[in-house]
Nanobody, 117 residues
């Protein structure tokens, strides 16, 4: 059973940076496509960034391209989301997601990111 634990959220001023981490227990992520989603109050959950199981391919939502970077640690048990040039509209709960080769989805509990002056 794959467990995902996010960390790194917090309060940051506009233009600032945060790095989110998604750590696994019980397995590594080398067989999983992983990604970050976010959900702002009153809005639907949306995909932010994803990385393939091989870590060779990444994709980003248009709203974060050029500002956010998804990566996987060398130990293949942690996925990161580096967020730069943060904007108030990036405020949301950020969730880590992992999808197994057979399509089973796993979610973390979420971490709050607030961008405000």
């Amino acid at each position: 059973q794959l467990q995902l634990v996010e960390s790194g959220g917090g309060l940051v001023q506009p233009g600032g940076s945060l790095r989110l981490s998604c750590a696994t227990s019980g397995s590594t992520l080398e067989d999983y496509a992983t990604g970050w989603f976010r959900q702002a109050p009153g809005k639907e959950r949306e995909a932010v960034a994803c990385i393939s199981s091989s870590a060779r391919s990444t994709n980003y939502a248009d709203s974060v391209k050029g500002r956010f970077t998804i990566s996987r640690g060398n130990a293949k048990d942690t996925v990161y989301l580096q967020m730069n040039s943060l904007k108030p509209e990036d405020t949301a709960v950020y969730y880590c997601n992992a999808n197994s080769p057979i399509g089973r989805a796993y979610w973390g509990q979420g971490t709050q990111v607030t961008v405000s002056s």
